[in-house]
């Protein structure tokens, strides 16, 4: 806080002050029609300010922008509608005409003439200067998730590029719109951007099987979302009937907030099946299995199902490591212990192998052999190898999620390449692995 807005703070609370601190109040809290019917109520013409009056109207809109933005019914928007925010304005047009508006209240306040009225003026066009901040922040924001939803059909998908663009929207704007009236503002803005690089981050994390700092950015990014989400739960909506009457419950969360904590939740599956081992060994068989159960989708209940069903010999998923200098195995390793690279065929290892638990060492030369062989293949992501060796009397089928991780099914005995449901089902669980069906979900009533 500065010396000019510390003594603001020891002023009267004039009506306008109380006003704006009402409405981003409620804006804090996702209460955007509420926010937006409070300041249309607003008199203007009473305070006599022409400024005032351009900035309660320029809120209304910033209201409406931000119920837009937070339903995220912008990704996706087809052209045609009649009403202010469906027609074929896109969110940059919305935000950008919410700022040449609040342009011209900060520059009228600062042309204002000296006088009783000249600290409110000077007030309004301090915070109309910070509020242009902030729309040029949600218009970078939005971009952001205009690409995070493109990105949803593609096969693999860059994260650590776009932590790169968050931290950077972080860096350029944190510090931008700090005046205590925009406090619950400023408290999403970075809330939200924490949280989604929080989560992007353990994408990029669990990718790389590194434990500890994934453990860390899904804790740090669940805790916020639980703080966060608070705001709203406390809230109740007013319904009133057809034939009279009313009736509260509880305020539903804007759909942004919804698809983070899904994106947490595939994340959290996904964790709990790639570190499956180290987390196990916290917990009673009984125990894991429950916890696991809670998890959408369970990978790990699904593979024993599968198992059981087609009479699988083993499934594993194997961390191909060649090139990773940090890799020290299962689970949290300090990082000055010491322990030589691995070597042959310690350089893949089973990240989970089901249904023992211990990889098929007799199968892991024929597995590592194919993963090489058929480097090409696999490398389509969306492609299933089959291979049989007489040798052994069994099939392997093999289908790659990500760069670094292959999902390998051994059967005994001879099955054959085009057998649908083994197909269907390694494409399924590889498919969800990559986990870029939440991005796609990032528009309201996509599947994902």
């Known amino acids: 806080m500065t010396s000019s807005e510390a003594v603001e703070e020891l002023r009267p609370v004039p009506r306008e002050r109380a006003t704006l601190e009402s409405f981003f109040t409620q804006l804090g809290m996702f209460s955007f029609d509420r926010a937006k019917d409070y300041v249309e109520k607003e008199d203007g013409s009473r305070s006599g300010g022409a400024t005032w009056t351009a900035l309660l109207a320029a809120l209304a809109h910033l209201a409406a922008a931000e119920k837009v933005y937070h339903h995220m019914t912008f990704l996706g928007q087809k052209m045609g509608g009649q009403s202010f925010f469906s027609r074929k304005d896109s969110i940059r047009t919305i935000y950008t005409s919410l700022y040449n508006e609040l342009r011209k209240v900060m520059t009228t306040g600062r042309h204002s003439q000296p006088g009783s009225a000249s600290y409110l003026e000077d007030l309004l066009s301090h915070l109309s200067e910070q509020l242009c901040h902030f729309t040029q922040a949600r218009t970078e924001m939005a971009d952001l998730y205009e690409k995070m939803h493109s990105l949803g059909s593609q096969k693999s998908i860059n994260s650590e590029e776009l932590v790169t663009t968050l931290e950077a929207v972080l860096h350029k704007y944190s510090s931008k719109f700090h005046h205590p009236i925009l406090g619950r503002l400023e408290e999403g803005f970075q809330t ?29 990014a669940g805790s916020k979302l639980t703080a966060w989400g608070q705001l709203f739960q406390r809230q109740k909506e007013t319904r009133k009937h057809l034939f009279g009457g009313q009736s509260q419950k509880a305020a539903q969360p804007p759909h942004l907030y919804a698809w983070l904590q899904r994106f947490q939740a595939a994340l959290l599956a996904k964790f709990s099946f790639y570190f499956h081992e180290a987390l196990s060994r916290q917990a009673a068989p009984a125990d894991m299995r429950a916890l696991t159960a809670r998890t959408a989708p369970d990978y790990h209940g699904k593979i024993c199902s599968f198992v059981r069903k087609h009479d699988a010999s083993n499934v594993s998923l194997v961390f191909d490591n060649r090139g990773s200098e940090s890799f020290q195995g299962h689970g949290y390793h300090h990082p000055h212990s010491y322990r030589e690279a691995p070597k042959g065929v310690e350089q893949f290892p089973a990240v989970v192998s089901l249904p023992s638990g211990e990889r098929p060492l007799t199968h892991w030369p024929n597995v590592i052999m194919m993963m090489g062989d058929r480097a090409a293949e696999l490398n389509a992501l969306d492609k299933v190898v089959h291979f049989y060796d007489d040798k052994v009397q069994s099939t392997y089928y093999l289908t790659r999620p990500e760069p670094h991780f292959t999902l390998v099914v051994i059967f005994d005995g001879r099955k054959s390449e085009k057998d649908v449901h083994i197909a269907g089902f390694l494409q399924e669980i590889s498919g969800s692995l990559r986990n870029s069906k939440p991005f796609s979900s990032l528009k309201p009533g996509s599947k994902g």
């Open 192 to 220: 939200e951007v924490d949280v989604v690089t929080q989560l992007l981050r353990c994408q990029v994390q669990v990718s790389e099987w590194c434990f500890l700092p994934a453990l860390l950015s899904l804790h740090g």
